[in-house]
């Protein structure tokens, strides 16, 4: 059996490389191009020569697919200008190709500020592009296992995917823990509480409140069979996002903040949610945490 290879420790092209199959993934903007943002340079910023996201088209047990990565490691994944771009340029094409799927690798702690309305208007281009290519018939799967989670406007951008996939280890929301705690207080969220951020905002989490569809270990192998699983089930179905779906996306919300809106911990919302020794949830393994809890989860 080969070891596993951690999906939060490798770079985005690694992740590429090793999420499908071997020498497959084909870049669309090459590093020699040198696509880089305009912005940076102007504050004395670094720059990174692919503006730190990759995107491209790979195979995945033979299936092409097109996909894009977010390098966390420049400037914690931040979409600029540039960076939204390249994502709405891939799925754009994935449409006029009609794609089977697109493969998105989130990283990022949301929008550039060094780029301001640039980038703010980049995030609301790619929702509008995602949105766009579900409606065209092309299913959208979103892998979250970075070190910098899925925040911000990338947070939003995940969840309107057809499907979720994380890693415990992955986060995702839509403001991350300085962000509230600089806008409401340390009463409110204390962001130096690691467990604390990793209880609300981490995969098992979001798993139980039904933010995320799948959850795997931290191994690139486990991420690259959900994301066949799910891609092989949108096969056939109707991947645009319909009335009825937000309806009922809609519903669950309401349901969560009339059960647990009073809860301040993850954990009271979880034996709220009748799981059974809920304090002793982050320290299963994945396996162990789905058979205990999925059926527990909303949404279920």
């Not at 281009?125 to 406007?153: C, H, K, Q, S, T």
């Not at 992955?170 to 130096?192: K, Q």
Request: overall charge negative; proline content about 3%.
């Amino acid at each position: 059996m080969s070891r596993p290879v951690s999906y939060q420790e490798a770079t985005a092209r690694e992740r590429l490389q090793q999420l499908f199959d071997a020498g497959s993934f084909e870049e669309f903007l090459p590093p020699s191009a040198r696509v880089i943002s305009p912005h940076l340079g102007q504050l004395n910023a670094p720059v990174a020569f692919d503006d730190g996201v990759a995107v491209g088209r790979a195979s995945l047990n033979g299936q092409t697919v097109y996909t894009a990565a977010q390098e966390g490691g420049f400037m914690g994944g931040a979409v600029g200008e540039v960076h939204g771009a390249k994502l709405v340029g891939l799925l754009r094409r994935a449409v006029q190709d009609q794609a089977s799927a697109v493969v998105l690798l989130v990283e990022s702690g949301g929008v550039r500020l060094h780029e301001a309305n640039a980038g703010l208007i980049a995030v609301s281009e790619v929702m509008r592009a995602l949105l766009d290519a579900r409606a065209a018939g092309v299913p959208v799967i979103v892998l979250v296992g970075g070190a910098n989670g899925a925040f911000g406007g990338m947070g939003i951008v995940a969840r309107c995917a057809n499907v979720v996939i994380m890693s415990e280890e992955g986060r995702l929301a839509m403001s991350g823990p300085e962000v509230i705690e600089t806008a409401s207080g340390v009463e409110e969220f204390d962001a130096r509480d690691r467990a604390l951020v990793w209880r609300s905002t981490g995969g098992k989490h979001r798993y139980l409140m039904g933010d995320c569809h799948s959850i795997v270990a931290d191994d690139i192998a486990a991420f690259r069979a959900a994301a066949a699983q799910a891609i092989a089930a949108l096969a056939g179905q109707n991947a645009a996002l319909s009335l009825s779906a937000l309806e009922a996306e809609q519903q669950m919300l309401e349901q969560r903040i009339v059960q647990f809106g009073q809860l301040r911990d993850p954990v009271e919302i979880w034996s709220a949610m009748q799981i059974a020794d809920a304090a002793n949830i982050p320290m299963l393994d994945v396996e162990s945490f789905i058979a205990t809890a999925s059926k527990r989860r909303m949404g279920a």
